[in-house]
């Protein structure tokens, strides 16, 4: 169904809480070092200028699919090595749509995780340069920007989520708490 493009803004510690407190569930075993979840929240920086442009809490701003909630909104794509703009109706203007935060990480991290192979082994060295070159080397390609723009993009916010984002200590804690005991 289509729903209309709502600004969802989010920030990147936000990003990394949901992050860590899923990971286990949607990959197993522990949740991610601090380097991985920096890459992971440089990508989503870089996709949504720093969480101000999250649209409909599409993290990554997957491109709809064909199936599932979607929005269109204008975009702008390197076409030919032109920097282009593009316009609804355009289906290129399609872009999936998440009801809540942690919808759209959970989706965001299984998409990475299954489809973007290449990438997903640097984003676990904490390698933000081979995570984004790996987007791009995949084909199709994740992203249609110049390879170098994006990698500078990235390494950019890595250096500054390093200094600033913070890895919960107990993942789980505000998750989903137990509801009280029943007194009898």
Request: charged share 15%; glycine share 8%; net charge negative.
């Amino acid at each position: 169904m289509e729903l209309p493009p709502t600004k969802t803004p989010c920030t990147a510690q936000q990003i990394v809480s949901v992050l860590v407190a899923i990971w286990p569930s949607e990959l197993g075993g522990i949740a991610p070092s601090l380097e991985t979840a920096c890459v992971l929240a440089s990508q989503f920086a870089f996709e949504t200028a720093n969480g101000s442009r999250c649209i409909q809490y599409n993290i990554g701003n997957f491109k709809y699919g064909g199936s599932g909630d979607f929005c269109s909104f204008p975009t702008t794509e390197w076409i030919d090595g032109v920097e282009t703009e593009i316009y609804p109706p355009d289906p290129s203007c399609r872009f999936m749509a998440y009801p809540s935060l942690e919808a759209g990480v959970r989706s965001w991290l299984r998409d990475l995780y299954t489809r973007w192979t290449l990438a997903w082994t640097a984003a676990c060295k904490g390698d933000p340069e081979g995570f984004a070159q790996g987007l791009h080397d995949q084909k199709p390609p994740y992203y249609t920007a110049p390879p170098a723009q994006y990698v500078a993009g990235m390494r950019w916010y890595f250096n500054q989520f390093m200094k600033s984002i913070t890895l919960p200590a107990d993942p789980l804690a505000d998750t989903n708490p137990a509801p009280p005991p029943i007194s009898s």
